[in-house]
């Protein structure tokens, strides 16, 4: 049985209790809710793949209080403490050589001599990660190629029975994964549009961020290289400016539709109800799904991001 856990002293002190003994605990961060457990723990960290019935070959990221506590476990130059001052606690996620002797499980490195890490920023994440003391793997807590959860009922529509707890904080108030740097060359790599757009980073380093290195196919660095991922169960049409007959309409701007990312055309808000309106087409069993035109700058550039893995063709 998955236990709904209350966001107060008493939930937090069983969150982390659950972590330490190896269980699987769901918790909201800033962007999306994870599926966290202890990531020194080879047992713990097997279980999150099994609850997720995910691929083994995806590594993980890790969460940590603060930037203080990831430099004990990864090397930081002078670029990777530029973007965690900056950006730190908050949607921004670095991969960054991982020190020998981490005591990282391989399991989440998938055997890489790297580690993605990140700081979330949110109360709740932050109150459980230095409640527990332990770093914690988490991945976003839903089933593989399912939609990410941005509240507990999201969770447990996709875990329930399948996790020890989910840490009810609300809604999630960025609602997209965070952005993931490669921070291992000279100049940061973009792997995943995110919750921060690039732009912000850009700006932070006055350089343009690099494109992602290149990746055998058998191991993808970040889910961009993954194609069908984020789906909803029904098929997804995208920059649709009107609807076929038995389409579902998601809407953008002051549109008569069935369902609407942000009347006001604001990109914060539409990436913020983005998976919901997802979840909420699943559970009004859309079966096609027609996506109005999204801008593609700021957040816009993750939101299509996660739009077109939604309307690839599924494996
Ligand atoms: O917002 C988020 O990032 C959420 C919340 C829970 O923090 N977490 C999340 O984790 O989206 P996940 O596991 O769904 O996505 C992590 C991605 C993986 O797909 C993986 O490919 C990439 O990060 N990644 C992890 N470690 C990596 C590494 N060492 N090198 C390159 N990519 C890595
Ligand atoms: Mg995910």
Redesign the pocket.
Known sequence: MTRHLDPDETGLKRAAEMLRRGGLVSFP?E?????GADASDDEAVARIYEAKGRPSF????V?LPDAEAVEALCMMDDTARRLAAAFWPG?L?L?LP?RPYAGISKL???G?D???V?V?DHPLAQALLRETARPVA????NPSGRV?PTTANHVLAGLAGRIEAVLDGGPCG?G???T?L?CTGVTPAL??A??LPAEAIEACLGVPLAPPPVTPATA????G??SSHYAPKGTVRLDATETEPGETYLGFGPLGAEMNLSRSGDLVEAAANLFDCLHRLDALGAERIAVAPIPDHGLGRAINDRLRRAAAPRR
Do not use: K, M, W
């Open positions: 961060t962007t999306v809710y994870g599926l995806n590594p993980l990221i969460h949607a996620t991969v991982i989440v490195t998938a890489l790297t580690l993605a990140r979330p988490a991945p976003s807590a990410s960025v997209l994964e965070s993931i490669d792997l995943r995110g919750g993808p660095s970040a889910p290289q993954l």
